[in-house]
C-alpha cells in the first residue's frame, strides 16, 4: 500500500527483471462485450482519461489516492459541462489527496473524504453514467504512472454497475451497506479472504499470484497447500526490506517459485491479481485492490473482480509472465 524508498533486489533465489514490452501489449477499448483490460505501465493511462470524458451525466469515482492533474481538471471540466460528478478519497491520504480534494472543491465537484467505518477506503474505482465501472489495482497517482505495474477492468455488466453504484452511494454518505457481489464482484471487508480462498484452494493445475503484499496468514497458507498438494505455483512480489521473506520462502519449500521486487525508484509490483489454472476451461483471475493483509481483507472498503473472460485472463497472464521473467 505504501512505498518507501529502497534499491532493487532479488531473494537467492530470484532471476533478474524482463523489460515491459510495451509495443507488443494492444490498447483496450471500452468494455463492450462485458470487460476489457487495462495493463499498466504498458498502455499508459489514455483509456481512463477518454473514459472520463465520454461522461454524459454521471461520473463516480472512489479512490485511495488522486494526484493526477490530468483527471482532476476533466473531471471539473465534466461538472462544468452538466455531469453530476461525485468523489471520495480517503481521508487518511489528505498529504497526497489534499491538493485534489481542494481542486475538486473549487469546481462544484461533490468531493467527500471516507468514512472512518474502514481503517483505508483502498478501492480504485471510477463509474460513468451508471453503465460502465473501471475497477483497478492502481490510484490515479501520476507519481508512480511509468513504474508501476497495475491492471484495471473495464466493466459493464449491468448487476456488478448497479452494485458498484449503491455501495458508492452508502459509502458517499457515510452510511452502512452490506454490498452486492453482482456477477464478478469481490468486497472488503465484507466477503474477499473467503472468496480469493476459495479460488486459491479450487486451482487443479496452476496458479500465479502477483502481489504488492504478501502477508495474510490465511492466505499463505493456501498457496503453500496449493504447491504441495502439486499445483504448479508461481508467485511475484514487491518484497521491500525484506518484509515478506519468511511468507514467500515458505512456498519455495513447498514447492513454488518465487520472483521479488523491491524497489519504490524502478520497477514496482503494485498489482493484486490471481491467475488460476490458465490455459483450461476452468480458469479464472482476480485483479483488484486487494492485498494479502488483514487490514485489506477485513478493515478496509476494497473492490476487485473475479472472471472467467478469456481476454482478461490472457492478458493478465502475459504481463505475469513477463514480470516472472
Do not use: C
Not at 469515482?61 to 483527471?71: A, G, K, P, Q
Not at 474477499?192 to 479460488?199: A, F, K, M, P, V
Not at 493478465?316 to 516472472?324: G, L, Q, R, T, W
Amino acid at each position: 500500500m505504501h512505498r518507501a524508498i529502497g534499491r532493487r533486489v532479488t531473494l537467492a533465489f530470484a532471476a533478474s527483471v524482463t523489460m515491459i514490452a510495451a509495443a507488443t501489449v494492444p490498447q483496450p477499448a471500452h468494455a463492450t462485450g462485458g470487460y476489457s483490460l487495462l495493463v499498466l505501465p504498458d498502455q499508459g493511462e489514455s483509456a481512463i482519461y477518454n473514459f472520463i470524458n465520454s461522461a454524459k451525466t454521471s461520473i463516480d469515482v472512489t479512490m485511495y489516492e488522486l494526484r493526477d492533474t490530468t483527471v482532476t481538471a476533466d473531471l471539473v471540466n465534466r461538472e462544468k459541462a452538466g455531469v453530476k460528478v461525485r468523489v471520495i478519497l480517503d481521508g487518511k491520504q489528505t498529504s497526497v489527496n489534499s491538493a485534489a480534494y481542494s481542486a475538486l472543491r473549487s469546481g462544484a465537484v461533490s468531493v467527500e473524504y471516507s468514512s472512518t467505518a474502514f481503517v483505508y477506503t483502498h478501492q480504485k474505482t471510477i463509474t460513468v453514467d451508471g453503465a460502465e465501472s473501471y475497477i483497478s489495482t492502481g490510484n490515479l497517482d501520476s507519481k508512480y504512472y511509468s513504474t508501476s505495474r497495475d491492471y484495471g477492468v473495464f466493466d459493464t455488466n449491468a448487476s456488478d454497475v448497479s452494485a458498484v453504484e449503491a455501495v458508492f452511494a452508502a459509502d458517499f454518505a457515510k452510511t452502512s451497506i452490506t454490498p452486492s457481489d453482482g456477477a464478478d464482484l469481490v468486497w472488503s471487508p465484507t466477503d474477499s479472504q473467503s472468496r480469493l480462498l476459495s479460488l486459491i484452494n479450487g486451482a487443479q493445475r496452476s496458479l500465479d499470484v502477483e502481489e504488492e503484499e504478501f502477508g495474510d496468514t490465511a492466505l499463505v497458507n493456501a498457496v503453500v497447500a496449493d504447491a504441495q498438494r502439486g499445483v504448479a505455483v508461481r508467485v511475484v512480489a514487491e518484497n521491500e526490506s525484506g518484509t515478506y521473506t519468511s511468507q514467500l520462502n515458505k512456498v519455495i519449500a513447498a514447492g513454488g517459485e518465487v520472483k521479488t521486487y523491491t524497489s519504490s525508484t524502478g520497477y514496482y509490483i503494485h498489482a493484486k491479481a490471481i491467475v488460476a489454472d490458465y490455459g483450461t476451461s476452468t480458469a479464472k483471475v482476480f485483479q483488484g485492490s486487494e492485498n494479502f493483509s488483514d487490514n485489506s481483507l477485513n478493515h478496509n472498503r476494497e473492490l476487485g473482480l473475479i472472471l472467467s473472460d478469456s481476454g482478461v485472463i490472457s492478458g493478465i497472464e502475459s504481463a505475469f509472465n513477463s514480470d516472472f521473467s
